[in-house]
């Protein structure tokens, strides 16, 4: 389970973190988002110093009801961003959150070492392509349809199943493309309804037949907070109790908003024995 990233490897037997960075106005959780590259800079230093392995950047909110905006638009957030965070801390590992290749590849070009795609190629026919081209780590996350559209299309015949089915289609299509390493994102919240969320979760553990390290965002997702009774800025130890599920369960990477809190649940369920 390790990860090549521009060179440095990345062992992913112990479960690392993945701190977002949101460059959007409409992020679904508010203190993800940065409005300027200071504020940004300033989020990335601590998320460093609790001990981040992976800085996320997301320069488009896939939230549900979001704007759609162009890939222009898209390039000019994303960019400088790499581009500050490359300058000041030029040891941090910078991974890309976007479905378009040609963002993909000036993210690559400035710096960025892990595109994360949310589509798994889906919405650009020309992302694994462009992801072998530069040889970097590909995050492919389920999904059916568009941000636009995902909430309509959670009818399934049997959930795991059908997400493994979908993977295995993926990884086939990367692996002929020339994408050495793969780690796959069950997508929770992402063509999923509360109850079909819970139930991926339950059964993660079923996605090591993969043989693929496991993403799990959950991160203050409405899952939590609506199953809970509040919103997503008190979601907080409601993610961390998921996060420990999903750590004891086989994920190798949280992606999170809060990264003292993840680094904490890692090191604690490291603790155990099996």
Known sequence: MTINCKGTLIDLSTPKVMGILNITPDSFYENSRSSSLKELIKSAETMLEQGTTFLDIGGYSSRPGAD???????????VPA???IQKNFPESIISIDTFRSEVAAKAIEAGAAIINDISAGNLDEKMMETVAKYQVPYIMMHMRGTPETMKDLNEYNNLTQDILYYFSEKITLARAAGINDIIIDPGFGFSKNIA??????????????????????????????????????DALNGTSVLNTLAVSKGAHILRVHDVKEAMEVVKLTSQLTN
Do not use: C, W
């Open 82 to 84: 790499v581009e500050a």
């Open 196 to 233: 079909q969320n819970f139930e991926l979760l339950s059964h993660l553990e079923l996605f090591k037949m993969l043989d693929l390290p496991i993403l799990a965002g959950l991160s203050r997702k409405s899952m939590i907070y609506k199953t809970l009774g509040f919103n997503a800025e």
């Open 68 to 78: 759609n905006i162009s890939i222009t638009e898209e390039i000019s957030r994303v």
